[in-house]
């Protein structure tokens, strides 16, 4: 399986200039649930890495949901009574509630205001707000801009449509030699916001260029969808292929400087959850693992009972527990090029324990093979030994068929990589043997089912 984890800073570098060029060409984009600002948005993607795009229409009725309307938008503002015009759509998406039914309308300031969204505490921001699934209008604007309007009468003008059109996402397969597949879901439907929204879909978008070519043990499947209704949606019309689903991460919130989370699936012990938790305890210090809860993005929909995939949520700041969070302030600024590398990193980081964690056999099993006489240990004796010579002493103990690479790296402290590189070696020297695929899942399956039988 190819290694991928090989990057030297000037590829990482590189990696986050593009991935955030790309986050800044995608920012001034309005996007909803479904309209003309998603369909371009996977557009630009499809340009990077193709992309199936498919359009479900509106009223569809996906599990206990419906596809809604099609939402477009124009233009909006607002005219004060001494002519100024405020709130314009054209220089922030964000003024208008996302969704907002069209309007054109004088009214008095008493008629507009519950009508307005701001945020008292940050009376600089502008909130990001929708109404997707109730038919009404506003507009969001600065808490100081709120507080200087004065009695008159106002001109509120909507240009926006909600008809019957279609819900749109797009996918792509990166096949493997397995068609057990691993999933990435990103949302792809926030208007102008960047970490919240364009970071994931920046770096599923390099992920899937990153895999497209190489020999790879799964198949990587990437979903860019309208958050909830789109995982729905795509979940309601795609059962078999989420029967095929081994491991799979939903992706955002990583563009920030906070430091990294990852959200366990519902299952809570599955593979993916490990080589997350790993991956972050060695190279992503300090990170923070969190137990799963049926609130946050769309592992919601993935883990919930009826699926229950082994999907987990990996972000930097946790959603809602900074104040940027669906604010103007989650902008181009709150994002870095690093930040949108290192976490492509460790995503690749987290797909290689996924692409090469299988399970061995040590063929002298019998007392320590001689490593010495093979080149394997240290050339003089009573000298410390080091990680490497560790790793194969703990491969060459565990591998006794029941123990795989990322068991034996979280029961030695080591890094899986080191482990890895420990087995390759041994492999060559042919004092292991590859547990064939089809043993391993059945030792999983045995394991997992007598975790779970009654007593
Ligand atoms: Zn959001």
Known sequence: MSSL?????????????DLYGFAAELYPICRSITGDGIRRTLSMISERTPLQIHEVPSGTKVFDWIVPKEWNIRDAYIVRPDGKRIAEFQKCNLHVLNYSTPIHKRMPLSELRPHLFTIPENPDWIPYRTSYYKEDWGFCLSHNEMLGLKDGEYEVRIDSTLKDGSLTYGECLIPGQSTDEVLISSHACHPSLA??????LTVATELAKFLSGRDLRYSYRFVFIPGTIGAITWLARNGDAAKRVRHGLVLTGLGDSGHFHYKKSRQGDAEIDRAAAHVLAHFAKPSEILAFSPYGYDERQYCSPGF???????MRSVWGSFPEYHTSADNLEFIHPHQLADSFRLCAAIFNVLENNRTYRNLQPYCEPQ?????LYRPTGGESIGDEIHARLWVLNLSDGQHSLLDIAERSGLSFQTIHNAADLLMQSELLSLVPESDEQERTAKTKSSATAPR
């Open 371 to 375: 490593l010495g006489r093979r080149n």
């Open 308 to 314: 229950n995939l082994a999907l987990g949520c990996l």
């Open 5 to 17: 984890t090989a990057f030297n800073q000037e590829d990482i570098s590189e990696v986050g200039r």
């Open 195 to 200: 970490n919240d929204n364009l970071s994931g």
